[in-house]
């Protein structure tokens, strides 16, 4: 019975040895790398990567290199744009020209506060008080000038002295041109104002296109002003 066990463990340690020394061939897959390269499919189209190539980041796919084109911006819109300020008249002139555009409850209109020249004055300006406007008024009488007026009331001109008011410019410049032949060199001529009542026009919502319109129409009124509103 021993002998046996002896032959038996002998035997098993012959075949461990043979095993381990390759007599018996490879019972598991070769790891090897020129093994492992030889068992993969089509071998020879592999390519080694460098370590660079290997650490570079990947490179997008072909879909998001194809982006989309950017969408269009949107059409240019103006808020709010407004024309003025008319006078009576130029406004009735400016609304019958704009009528052409169609633009419905997108317009209105507004009055707006304003002043008008009434007339034209030739003065002389304030002498700073009562004593210094009668003064200037005998400097007046010796060069024969009497039709004049000290203003005494409450405002800018107070202790001036009026030549004339006239309805025109034409005929202030006229009044002027001979007080000075008579000597009177410190005359001028100063528009007068008179409150009125202005108006405005406000256009809504327009795209390009219909403001260069409204542009051009305003170019018709050099001394209107088209302007941004809210």
């Not at 005359?187 to 403001?211: C, E, G, H, I, N």
Request: overall charge positive; glycine content about 6%.
């Amino acid at each position: 019975m021993l002998k046996f066990v002896f032959w038996l463990l002998a035997g098993v340690n012959l075949l461990v040895l043979a095993i381990g020394q390759g007599y018996l061939g490879s019972f598991r897959t070769e790891t090897r790398e020129p093994a492992r390269l030889k068992n993969q499919l089509q071998a020879n189209k592999l390519t080694l990567l460098t370590q660079v190539q290997a650490t570079a980041p990947a490179a997008p796919p072909a879909s998001e290199e194809a982006a989309t084109p950017a969408a269009a911006a949107p059409p240019t819109s103006y808020a709010c744009t407004e024309v003025g300020n008319f006078l009576l008249a130029d406004g009735r002139r400016f609304e019958a020209q704009v009528a052409a555009l169609d633009l419905g409850d997108r317009q209105s209109r507004r009055n707006v506060a304003g002043q008008d020249i009434s007339s034209y004055m030739v003065y002389i300006p304030p002498q700073g008080s009562k004593e210094g406007a009668d003064r200037k008024a005998g400097e007046l009488k010796q060069l024969g000038v009497t039709n004049y007026f000290i203003m005494n009331e409450s405002s800018p001109l107070r202790w001036g002295i009026s030549l004339g008011v006239f309805k025109s410019e034409t005929s202030a410049q006229s009044q002027l041109a001979s007080l000075n032949k008579q000597g009177v060199h410190s005359a001028r001529v100063a528009p007068r104002y008179s409150a009125s009542k202005q108006l405005a026009y406000q256009f809504r919502d327009l795209d390009a296109a219909t403001r260069a319109r409204l542009e051009k129409i305003k170019s018709q009124f050099p001394d209107q002003e088209l302007r941004s509103c809210k």
